[in-house]
């Protein structure tokens, strides 16, 4: 087991391990139960490898205020809401999260939160989550810091907008609290995140940075390709938004996958795991088979007893029965030791 990776419920994340994909199901319940229900078995179909919801109310988050300041102006997809109005549409009530877990359970598949306040975590505590999110914007709330790292539980935090400073101090704040077991995934808040936003190479630098720590990726792109790249740089966990159908709305569908798109997304990570696979030189199983097909030195007109060899009775050709290329020079102007028929390959015990 490498040193710095965990398990969330029975799967394992970390370097060397399959990459943990997360299937986010955030609001794109449409406030229906029975679409939650039906998001969660879907996702475990696809092949997600664990499942995770926001659990926050309206209340628990702001307050409903249409001031200026609790006006949304950014971001396309919810601008020109309040928060309250946002939340109030977006959370998922509490009292759906006991089933869908255990619907998640039944697929083998684990279930968790990203927590917003400290009667959040109290709740998921009490619904026995195997870990914890810290979204993007949390990451600065050092008291929920500290009380989520008191539960000891694996914790992964999207490190969207924040410092390496901030990042920094929220690492150390959950090691200080309790919590060894931490994974930092590189994201940008930005909904959807555009492909030249997403700057995937600090991947490569948060794994420098913390290398005790799992890393992975949050994508807020449409598509999976940023996803995918992710996974040849080295990310041990992908987290992706996902609907049933964007054309049925909500405030994430717009940048969510869609069941085919999850699976996909799923397959073409576990190929790519494959294609990264180690480091290696010389040949492969399969291609050994085809080394044959090098070239080699071969007789290419008869040749009698005695006779020298030169260029215009040998030469380097395919396929690679003969000798290796590099003994040409050796061999140019030494003697045949026997008769030799063209189209042999020139081996040691041919030459006197």
Known sequence: MNTNSFKIGKKEAGPGQPVFIVA?????????????????????????????????????????????????????????????????????????????????????????????????????????????????????????????????????????????????????????????????????????????????????????????????LSDHTLGISAAVASVALGASIIEKHFTLRRADGGPDAGFSLEPAELKTLVQTVREVEKAIGRVQYGSGQKEAENIIFRRSLFVVKNIKAGEKFGQENIRCIRPGYGLSPKYLPEVLGKKAAKDIEWGTPLTWDLIS
């Open 24 to 216: 986010e199901l955030s609001g794109n319940h449409n406030q229906s139960f029975e679409r939650a229900k039906e998001l969660v078995k879907v996702a475990c179909r696809a092949g997600a490898d664990a499942i995770k919801t926001q659990t926050y109310t309206p209340d628990t988050l702001t307050i409903d205020c249409d001031k200026e300041w609790f006006q949304i102006k950014a971001n396309e997809a919810w601008a020109g809401q309040t928060l309250y109005s946002l939340y109030k549409t977006a959370y998922t009530p509490w009292e759906w999260l006991p089933e869908m877990k255990k619907i998640a359970e039944s697929y083998g598949v684990p279930f968790f939160s990203s927590v917003f306040d400290e009667t959040a975590v109290d709740f998921c505590e009490k619904m026995g989550v195997p870990a914890y999110k810290i979204a993007s914007f949390e990451i600065v709330d050092i008291e929920l810091l500290k009380k989520i790292a008191s539960v000891k539980k694996p914790v992964i935090i999207s490190r969207g907008m924040s410092t390496f400073s901030e990042l920094n101090e929220a690492v150390t704040t959950l090691r200080a609290n309790g919590t060894s077991e931490i994974a930092i995934l590189h994201c940008v808040s930005s909904y959807p995140a555009k492909p030249e936003e997403m700057n995937l190479a600090t991947i490569i630098d948060l794994k420098k940075r913390f290398p005790e720590v799992v890393i992975g």
